[in-house]
């Protein structure tokens, strides 16, 4: 180990004592996309080491630079044992050096023996004997307390033990690296408990850990130091206990605590408070893995949701819209009890959805700007009553001068325009539906200043003239701004809702960090 160190040292490299794996200025980007800027990341021997950072922020890709999966650009990583910088450009190869993947999605063999899931695909030349490869699987087993026998078919085994057998795979190929890209996803608590115990023996024999996870209660149980990104960006690397968790949000949102504090809409408390809900469900839950929640919206209320991107924001509304598929939850439009489970469902309510992600959900690409306006509605009418062209052209028209799209014309295919316009078109679509009920997705995200500013503008609006409008933005000024109630998101749970006094950025931010810290 120190001779090891040493020899870096001579070699003008300076590896620290105690430290397998080091990542230094690595730049990564895709087309149009800087993921990793100038990244650094340590990893010591024997540690528990969280990579955090909201969604986009650039971890999976710095693990797939680490794990071969993608070249990097630029910057360097070295590794314990390894003379001068590392070259990884396979998977294959990042495994040769001991760097262990554990994807959340079990990639192993359902239908063979948990020993072969342990020996499978092993390059390592000799053929291995049937009779001594369950032996040895079961001594590995038994030595990571791991409850499953190396005869028993993988498939029948739950997906924790599972996870832990491609965890075994991992530490019997003698890994010094072991990543865990969100293992715990789908994992109950008890399995959860069993996944981090075996995470703290191998901790105590020297395995270094890279844990991937959005749950920041599991951050704090199990992990010794944090390294947070944010937009392909170090933003910096902390010991647990000196970092709280509301300056853990702080760092991953880019806020500021104190900076804002007092950054506070100029619209007051514009909830008709005695107004009738609109839309009221109880116990809604999706199949998209959020917990079961309450929630209503009043006459002329603007309300939205907010936590970490990834927290769930967004399953919830679409839950609402019946764009995932929903599982329970009884939901009464204006008072009376109605079933909403598709989207068109929710539509005949006068309930319209702008999707986040425009471009998968949203925009029909070859289709003019004329017919992405009209679509929504022409599915409402049916496709064997479809509008005249003369009827489209002149909707159309006068949506593109109302949210002034700048269009060549409406027969220009819409993948043509910028992103602010394209989402000026799909907003067009929604709003000639004149629904009672609005469900804006980050209708802002990535587009000019100014359209960002009429499209607030347009929501206080539609609720000046009875509507309700449910906005989700990543931007929390912009929430202050146009939300007189916001639905507070942690781990896919509702965890607070803050009305008046309380909608303040460090109130959301405390309430998202949830625990003791809240006066941190
Ligand atoms: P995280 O894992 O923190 O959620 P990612 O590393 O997946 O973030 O993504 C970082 C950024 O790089 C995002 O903007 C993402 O859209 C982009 N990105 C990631 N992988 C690719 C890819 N294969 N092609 C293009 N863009 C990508
Ligand atoms: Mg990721």
């Known amino acids: 180990m120190r001779s090891c160190a040493a020899r870096f040292m001579r070699k003008g490299i300076l590896m620290r004592d105690g430290v397998v794996l080091e990542m230094r200025g690595i730049y990564k980007s895709f087309p149009g996309v800087k993921a990793l800027r100038n990244v650094d990341f340590t990893l010591r021997e024997g540690e528990i080491h969280a ?57 192993l063999c359902p239908n063979l023996s948990v020993a072969e899931n342990i020996y499978i695909g092993r390059g390592s030349g000799s053929l291995r004997n049937w009779k001594k490869m369950g032996a040895d699987a079961d001594k590995i087993l038994q030595s990571l307390d791991i409850p499953a026998r190396a005869s028993q078919q993988l498939g029948t085994c739950s997906l924790a033990v599972q996870q832990m057998v491609a965890i ?43 844990f991937v996870t959005h749950f920041l209660d599991q951050v704090y149980e ?11 960006q170090l933003v910096g690397e902390y010991e647990i206990g000196s970092l709280p968790r509301l300056q853990l949000v702080s760092k991953m949102l880019g806020k500021d605590l104190d900076d804002l504090s007092d950054i506070k809409g100029d619209r007051e408390g514009s909830t008709e408070e005695g107004a009738e809900p609109v839309y009221e469900v109880q116990g809604l839950q ?26 769930g924001r967004s399953e919830c509304v679409r839950a609402i819209f019946g764009a995932d598929r929903v599982l329970s939850g009884s939901v009464k439009v204006n008072g009376k009890k109605v079933k909403i489970t598709k989207p068109l469902d929710a539509m005949k309510q006068g309930i319209a959805y702008l999707p986040e992600d425009r471009k998968a959900d949203g925009i029909v690409g070859d289709l003019s700007v004329r017919e ?28 593109i001068d109302l949210l002034d799209i700048k269009t060549a014309s409406a027969e220009t295919p819409i993948r043509a325009l910028s992103g602010g316009n394209q989402q000026k078109v799909i907003l067009a679509r929604w709003l000639l539906m004149h ?57 896919r749970k509702v965890v607070g809702e803050l009305t008046g006094d309380d909608l303040t950025q460090n109130k959301i931010m405390s309430t998202i960090a949830g625990g003791e810290e809240n006066n941190a």
Do not use: W
């Not at 071969?68 to 590392?86: C, N, Q, T, W």
């Not at 995200?445 to 960002?452: M, N």
């Not at 000046?464 to 000024?477: A, L, N, P």
């Open 51 to 107: 990579l955090m950072g909201e969604n986009g922020a650039g971890k999976s890709t710095l693990i797939k630079v680490l794990t071969g999966v993608y070249s990097k650009d630029d910057g360097e990583i070295f590794l314990r044992g390894v003379d001068g910088a590392a070259v990884i450009r396979s998977p294959q190869e990042a495994q040769n050096l001991g760097i262990a993947t554990v994807y959340q999605e079990i990639t």
């Open 222 to 232: 199990v992990c010794d130091r944090i390294t947070v990104l944010r937009d392909g």
């Open 168 to 210: 075994a795979r991992a530490i019997d190929m003698d890994c010094k690296v072991l990543i865990l890209d969100e293992p715990t996803s789908s994992l109950d608590e008890q399995e959860v408990e069993k996944l981090f115990r075996l995470m703290r023996d191998l901790r105590s024999r020297g395995v270094g850990i890279i």
């Open 435 to 491: 629904p009672e009920y609005l469900i804006l997705d980050e209708p802002t995200r990535g587009i000019d200043v100014g359209t960002k500013v009429d499209i607030q503008k347009l929501v206080l609006k539609l609720a000046d003239e009875g509507k309700s409008v449910t906005f989700i933005s990543s931007e929390t000024e912009e929430m202050l701004r146009t939300c007189s109630r916001l639905i507070v998101m942690r781990d």
């Open 286 to 311: 999706s199949n998209a893995g959020i917990s079961p929640f309450d929630f209503h919206i009043r006459k002329g209320e603007v309300n939205g949701f907010t936590g970490l991107l990834g927290s």
């Open 372 to 399: 992405n306006i009209i679509l929504a509605q022409q599915v409402l009418k049916g496709f064997f009553h479809p509008f005249s062209k003369a009827e489209t052209a002149k909707i159309a028209k006068e949506y």
